[in-house]
């Protein structure tokens, strides 16, 4: 077989977001939906932008989707949890092979720390996914909705050998504000809900299909959300 192949740059998404309704009985669009693809470097500012961007709308709620997002940097892990939880508190722990632990803290604005938030997680939610879900869920008591994710939780460091090689090595693990070990366990979600298998049927037109984590996500927050504006839309001026 010969294929013909272009060479071009692949553009691998960062973040999506929109606002939606927390119900069909819903008149206004005050859902902040924000799904990450991944910790990159762009992340910090991407989800900075897209969150004053949804405060200004008059966000009521916030859905997390961190489904398939295998993580990235942990510093842009910390950055965005602190959108959620208040300067100095923890974010996550790093245990070191002696036992001792160190506490990375959040330094952010924690503009939606007085909103509601759920959070989507599921088997291909790993490391910087797993830091931020396990933090807003042990300082906020956040639910998580999906299922299992993947447990990777160490942390590694290069070492440069005299011949030019490179041996990565784990010097620690990450463990949630409470203490939960991330590493080869995951995080358990509050509520289980399992993607629908797909079903193959060549004859018929395929519909897209429901999501039915996001619908339970909006189910477990609709019942928090406040009546009125949050305070930070009201700081911002609407």
Excluded: C
Aim: glycine share 8%; hydrophobic share 40%; charged share 30%.
């Amino acid at each position: 077989k010969e294929f013909k192949i272009t060479r071009a740059t692949i553009i691998v998404p960062t973040l999506d977001w929109k606002m939606i309704k927390a119900g069909e009985s819903e008149e206004r669009e005050d859902i902040f939906y924000v799904q990450l693809h991944n910790f990159n470097a762009n992340a910090s500012s991407l989800f900075r932008e897209a969150s004053l961007a949804a405060l200004f709308k008059g966000a009521r709620g916030v859905v997390l989707d961190l489904r398939n997002d295998a993580g990235g940097y942990l510093d842009v892990a910390v950055d965005i949890a602190g959108w959620f939880i208040d300067r100095g508190d923890i974010i996550v722990k790093e245990k070191f092979r002696d036992a001792k632990t160190q506490n990375l803290v959040s330094r952010g604005n924690s503009a939606f720390r007085n909103i509601p938030v759920v959070v989507l997680v599921n088997n291909g939610s790993a490391s910087a996914s797993e830091i931020v879900a396990g933090a807003l869920r042990d300082v906020l008591g956040a639910k998580l909705v999906g299922v299992k994710t993947f447990g990777k939780g160490s942390v590694q460091e290069l070492e440069y050998l005299k011949d030019g090689s490179t041996l990565k090595i784990s010097t620690a693990e990450w463990l949630t504000p409470k203490g939960a070990v991330i590493n080869k366990k995951g995080l358990e979600p509050d509520i289980v809900i399992k993607e629908p298998e797909e079903k193959k049927d060549d004859n018929k037109k395929k519909e897209p299909e429901k999501d039915i984590q996001l619908e339970k996500a909006l189910e477990v927050l609709r019942p928090q959300l406040s009546k009125e504006k949050p305070l930070q839309t009201i700081i911002l001026g609407l």
